[in-house]
């Protein structure tokens, strides 16, 4: 068991996301413009995407053809980026050849359980074998499940029974082709983990159908991912929504029973005032790091979230003029405090 991953500094567990960000505050590479923020604020946790068409997430940058996970991560930018001293790379991950990323929600059969297992497989053992004697970590994941497997954004619906079948399924696929990939690595491979994210967790301490619930204790994945924004912005319910997923959740060979990170949580600077912004996020930090939360990763370095009128909801470590928010100030404070 990875037990000395909870005993860690606070720079290997907090960490942000650089993702679809709405504009770029300065010149060259966008992917690389983020990546270099998240250092300078000490964070050593950095969460990326690799869904499909990598130029619609990362507008501001030249991007090959790719038709696979792997050829997303040998890219130069990614290589880039993985080559810049972080410790872990959290990686919103999915097949490459496919509409969307719900593409398991409609026939899920022998032959895309095979596929689904054979691109991680292979993304696993480029990721373990290329960084093996860096002491690197990378954690392959899907996206908020819970708007996944519903099809839409409305938590008062219930999703169809066999969409959750499905979702176990494809996820158990990822997860073997994670553990394949895994076995028979060089000596000091990087370790390669897979996580399943929930985000209604609410939801599921009212007994209702939903991921946590009916798909977690199916599952066997190293590591559970909680999306908060539910409960992480006003602080309700979230460390008892943090003891939920892990009560559902299997033990986990690297993570015990604290098994779940937070995989987004934020605060929009845009609609609250700094102290409120100040607060919440505090908040969050400290219940998740004081709980065991290996990794706990803010949304985001740009803000994705932009109003008609060019405003932005202010999910945002950077802001478009390149002055540092209240979340930089903030994390880069927690950054310094010694566990």
């Avoid at 998240?38 to 619609?56: E, I, N, S």
């Avoid at 990721?127 to 409305?154: C, I, M, P, R």
């Avoid at 073997?176 to 000596?187: D, I, L």
């Avoid at 100040?278 to 740009?302: E, H, K």
Wanted: net charge negative.
């Amino acid at each position: 068991m990875k037990t000395e991953t909870l005993m860690t500094a606070p720079s290997d567990r907090i960490g942000v996301t650089h993702a679809a960000g709405r504009y770029h505050p300065r010149d060259g590479s966008f992917l690389l413009a983020g990546a270099q923020d998240v250092l300078a604020l000490g964070a050593g946790v950095l969460k990326l995407w690799a869904m499909p068409d990598p130029a619609r997430w990362y507008p501001f940058d030249d991007w090959p053809q790719t038709s696979s996970l792997l050829e997303v991560l040998q890219t130069p930018l990614f290589r880039r980026v993985f080559d810049l001293p972080f410790s872990t790379f959290v990686v919103d991950a999915y097949r490459q050849a496919q509409p969307d990323i719900h593409y398991w929600r409609g026939a899920f059969d022998e032959t895309e359980r095979h596929a689904e297992q054979d691109e991680f497989e292979a993304a696993t053992r480029y990721l373990a074998t290329t960084y093996a004697g860096t002491g690197k970590t990378f954690v392959l994941q899907n996206w908020e499940g819970d708007w996944s497997v519903l099809g839409h954004s409305d938590p008062s619906r219930d999703p169809e029974p066999d969409h959750l079948d499905r979702m176990v399924e494809w996820v158990e696929a990822r997860q073997e082709g994670v553990r394949r990939g895994r076995a028979g690595g060089p000596e000091g491979a990087a370790l390669v983990l897979h996580a399943l994210e929930v985000n209604l967790v609410v939801k599921a301490m009212e007994g209702r159908p939903c991921v946590t619930n009916d798909v977690v204790p199916r599952t066997s994945c190293d590591l559970y991912s909680y999306s908060a924004y539910e409960t992480s912005i006003r602080g309700d319910d979230f460390v008892a929504a943090l003891d939920h997923l892990a009560s559902r959740a299997p033990t986990s060979a690297y993570f015990g029973d604290r098994a779940v990170m937070v995989g987004e949580f934020g605060c929009p600077e845009n609609d609250f005032d700094a102290e409120f912004v100040r607060r919440s996020l505090s908040r969050t930090l400290d219940d998740a790091l004081a709980w065991g939360c290996p990794y706990v990763i803010f949304w985001q370095v740009y803000c994705n979230e932009q109003n008609a009128d060019g405003s932005h909801r202010g999910f945002w470590l950077v802001r478009p003029d390149g002055s540092r928010s209240t979340a930089w100030d903030v994390l880069a404070e927690r950054l310094t405090t010694k566990q």
